[in-house]
């Protein structure tokens, strides 16, 4: 009964052993597993905490150009504003000269732009009843070649004239000339108003 309770007791033990071990090697499995999760949970914190701070800084950055962007869009629209009430201030000047400068501007106009050949002038029905006294035959004197007869018919203007060539007729109002100009002008009157380009 010695022997028997001997093997027994050398079994219980082996298996105490056994048992104790298996234990201790689940303990530290799932020690090293916990380690390993709450590195994991770190990391992925740490990269949606990353990811976070990169879109906030995306959404900040595109905000900024939005604002840049309206920015620059309105001062250009402002400059233009500017520039448009500049032309729209020398159109409303020259149409105001004294009859005596706006006459000699209009006859300037018309030496420049006459063709070498025959044609008419039309003003405004205004303008052509204050006409001065010899007008035809002095711009006529001034032309190298053709002649220009002020013609009967009007025009729609609030400054300048029309000339007409057959059916081919040369816009000179005001507005025109202006507007034809305009490109170059705005360059010049950005210029002079703000120191640099449009934009």
Do not use: H, W
């Amino acid at each position: 009964m010695a022997g028997l309770d001997k093997i027994l007791g050398s079994i219980k033990a082996e298996s105490d052993e056994a048992v104790a071990k298996r234990i201790n090697d689940a303990k530290a499995e799932a020690e090293a597993l916990k380690k390993e999760a709450e590195a994991s949970v770190k990391d992925e914190c740490a990269q949606i905490e990353a990811n976070g701070r990169r879109q906030a800084d995306d959404t900040i950055s595109r905000a900024e150009s939005a604002a840049a962007l309206l920015k620059r869009k309105a001062v250009l629209a402002e400059k233009q504003a500017i520039i448009a009430e500049v032309f729209d201030e020398a159109e409303q000047k020259l149409t105001a000269l004294p009859e005596d400068r706006y006459f000699d501007t209009i006859m300037k106009i018309a030496v420049k732009n006459a063709l070498p050949e025959d044609g008419k002038i039309i003003f405004s029905g205004a303008d052509r009843k204050r006409l001065p006294s010899g007008f035809e035959s002095t711009l006529n004197g001034k032309l190298s070649k053709g002649s220009l007869k002020v013609s009967d018919e009007t025009v729609d203007t609030t400054g300048g004239f029309v000339l007409s060539y057959g059916g081919i007729e040369q816009n000179c109002t005001f507005k025109a000339l202006i507007d034809a100009e305009r490109e170059k002008l705005t360059d010049k009157v950005t210029k002079v108003l703000f120191g640099g380009t449009e934009a």
